[in-house]
């Protein structure tokens, strides 16, 4: 497909600290940052005016999806746009906290651990093609995402060595501090499955479509880091999308089934020189950066036969190449304001260097955590990106416009509706397919093509709730989130 539809799904950490008081648990320190979100929609699981959803489940972990984006440059501003949403409610709920006498600081982390240990996801949705065949396109797509690590994992410090999680060891660890390219990868438990939580998989494949089943199917990654920086999170979707692209046009492809993907994934994550070779079903055995290399090179020949198939394919493949490159020469110069892991790694290795402390120091586990701080004067990743030190994808004025503004997709008919009901004060029941008013006509409106910007039945009912918005803001009554 030529064009497809992009969504990220971010679940963030939360955590108080009160030093001479009893700090808030993370479950109570999230329903709290919800507070303002309830108020505005009567619910802790809202959609938003910029077409994107931001809802708290049970438990501690606040979830914010961005709107369907058709390009790189919205997923990365409306993905972006997110963690200043996010970030917006927790600088109120301090306020909040601070007014009514609770000591303590308030933290918002966009990563995949806590300190418990308990893994959080990042979750990239992707429309596909319902005629491409599932099984064929998961068997090609695992092992380029047990690989892909190496140029878009987020990075992270094991004081200690890697920890074993559950039931697939990483090896016989001895203890020594080390540093991973990703923090989920310690954290995935099978190939493709249907369940997210006990048994996580790589992919997800819980068949929702989000649009005309005939047609399309979405597919769930869930094997992701949280990428904080908009250059890795364009490759991220960018270099899937291209593989994808490739899939879904029939190419023939060698086949790469890995023996253990899970086992890999470990093994590839702890292994900083991406040479470590796993096992391949045809029982050769293949590096990270082999197979890493095989894709790009299966990629670029179908473009330049295909044709790129947006302007940014280029970049893409620029920096794909360049992240493989630096993890061959073992020199980072070249990524290191680009590519999370890299940037960290420079991060920690500097200050490791001044202070002359290696891995093993708490300080740098601290580090590590504040890079993904959301808090623009506290997050080390946000201090960077100011500095000049971190890149961006696109303008900062874009992610500041994606807040209130839904991409040019299906996200826009329904941030229109949610603006108008929101102000109408009527009850109403969206998803991403539907939208609905419960009033006494009950009207419904199903929106099956993702790419569609106007629908003229949504037209009709937006039309229909502006004279209650207005009545109720010539009141002052219009809440605001
Ligand atoms: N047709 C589509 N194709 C691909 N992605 C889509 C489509 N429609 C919506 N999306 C994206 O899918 C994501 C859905 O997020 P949501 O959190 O609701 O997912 P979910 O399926 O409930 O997953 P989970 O329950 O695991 O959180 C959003 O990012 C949205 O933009
Ligand atoms: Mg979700």
Redesign the pocket.
């Known amino acids: 497909m030529d064009r497809r539809i992009y969504g990220i ?1 971010t ?1 963030f950490g939360i955590a108080h600290s009160a030093p001479d008081a009893r700090p808030l648990t993370p479950e109570e320190a999230a329903r709290k940052l919800f507070t303002p979100v309830v108020a505005w929609g009567r619910s802790s699981n809202v959609f938003l005016p910029n077409g994107g ?1 931001l ?1 708290l489940d049970v438990g501690s972990h606040p ?1 914010y ?1 961005t709107a369907e984006c058709a390009t790189l440059e919205d997923v990365v501003a409306q993905d972006k746009a997110g963690e200043l949403i996010l970030e917006d409610l927790r600088q109120q709920t301090q306020e909040a906290l601070a007014a009514e006498g609770v000591p303590g600081q308030l933290y918002l982390f966009k990563n995949n651990v806590d300190s418990q240990g308990n893994s959080f996801g990042s ?1 990239e949705n992707y429309m596909i093609a319902r005629r491409t065949e599932f099984a064929r396109l998961v068997s090609i797509l695992i092992p380029f995402l047990v690989t892909r690590q190496i140029m878009v994992g987020a990075g992270k410090v094991h004081p200690r060595g890697p920890e074993d999680f559950g039931t697939v060891p990483v090896g016989p660890g001895d203890g020594a501090p080390s540093y991973s390219f990703s923090q989920r990868a310690d954290h995935i438990w099978e190939g493709s499955s249907s369940a997210t939580t006990r048994s996580r998989p790589l992919i997800n494949t819980r068949d929702e479509p989000h649009a005309d089943a005939e047609h399309y199917r979405r597919l769930h990654v869930i094997v992701g880091d949280s990428t904080m920086s908009q250059t890795t999170t364009a490759l991220r979707i960018g270099a899937t999308d291209l593989v994808l692209r490739m899939i879904e046009a029939g190419q023939i492809l060698p086949d790469r089934t890995m023996v253990d993907p899970v086992r890999a994934l470990r093994e590839i994550s702890h292994d900083p020189t991406g040479t470590r070779p796993v096992e391949l079903a045809d029982g050769t055995r293949r590096s990270a950066l082999d197979l890493q290399r095989g894709f790009l090179d299966a990629v670029r020949s179908f473009v330049d036969r295909e044709g790129a198939h947006h302007d940014r394919v280029p970049w893409v493949l620029d920096l794909w190449e360049r992240a493989l490159d630096a993890v061959a020469r073992q020199d980072t110069s070249g990524i290191d304001t680009e590519i999370d892991w890299a940037i960290k790694k420079k991060l920690l290795d500097g200050y490791a260097a001044r202070h002359g402390l290696d891995l093993s120091s708490p300080r740098l586990a601290q580090l590590d955590l504040a890079y993904h701080d959301t808090a623009p004067d506290r997050g080390l990743f946000n201090l960077l990106q100011r500095r000049g030190l971190a890149a961006t994808f696109v303008p900062a004025e874009r992610v500041e416009e994606a807040v209130g503004t839904p991409p040019p997709t299906r996200a826009a008919i329904r941030g229109r509706f949610i603006e108008a009901v929101v102000a109408s004060g009527h009850n109403y029941t969206v998803d991403w397919v539907h939208l609905k008013v419960n009033d006494r006509t009950q009207r419904t409106v199903t929106c099956k093509d993702p790419f569609a910007t106007r629908d003229p039945e949504a037209d009709a009912l937006v039309a229909g709730l502006r004279p209650a918005a207005e009545e109720r803001s010539a009141h002052g009554d219009a809440p605001v989130i």
């Open positions: 799904e679940e959803r809802y979830e999806a979750h």
